[in-house]
Nanobody, 121 residues
Framework: QLQLVESGGGLVQPGGSLRLSCAAS????????IGWFRQAPGKEREGVSC????????SYRDSVKGRFTISRDNAKNTVYLQMNSLKPEDTAIYYC??????????????WGKGTLVIVSS
């Protein structure tokens, strides 16, 4: 079983930055593609960004392109989401997910419990 633990969330002012981390354990995490998702109050979960196991492929939803950067350090079994120029509409619980198949959907096999990001003045 692969375990995922998110960290790095918090309260930040609009225009600020946060770096989220997703630490993986339990299985060989570098065999897995990793994605970041978010769910705002009253809204459906949506994909934010995904990265392939080799870091050769990445994807971003349009609203975060140019502001968020996904990366991974397989030696540390950790995937990061650097979030810059944060906006109030980025407020959500952020989840990381993993799957051995390349996809960036809510159907990924393993999920963390999430970390809360609040963007507010």
């Amino acid at each position: 079983q692969l375990q995922l633990v998110e960290s790095g969330g918090g309260l930040v002012q609009p225009g600020g930055s946060l770096r989220l981390s997703c630490a993986a354990s339990g299985l060989t995490s570098d065999l897995y593609h990793i994605g970041w998702f978010r769910q705002a109050p009253g809204k459906e979960r949506e994909g934010v960004s995904c990265i392939s196991r080799s870091s050769g492929s990445t994807s971003y939803r349009d609203s975060v392109k140019g502001r968020f950067t996904i990366s991974r350090d397989n030696a540390k079994n950790t995937v990061y989401l650097q979030m810059n120029s944060l906006k109030p509409e980025d407020t959500a619980i952020y989840y990381c997910a993993a799957d051995r198949r390349w996809q960036c959907t809510a159907g990924m096999a393993y999920w963390g419990k999430g970390t809360l990001v609040i963007v507010s003045s």
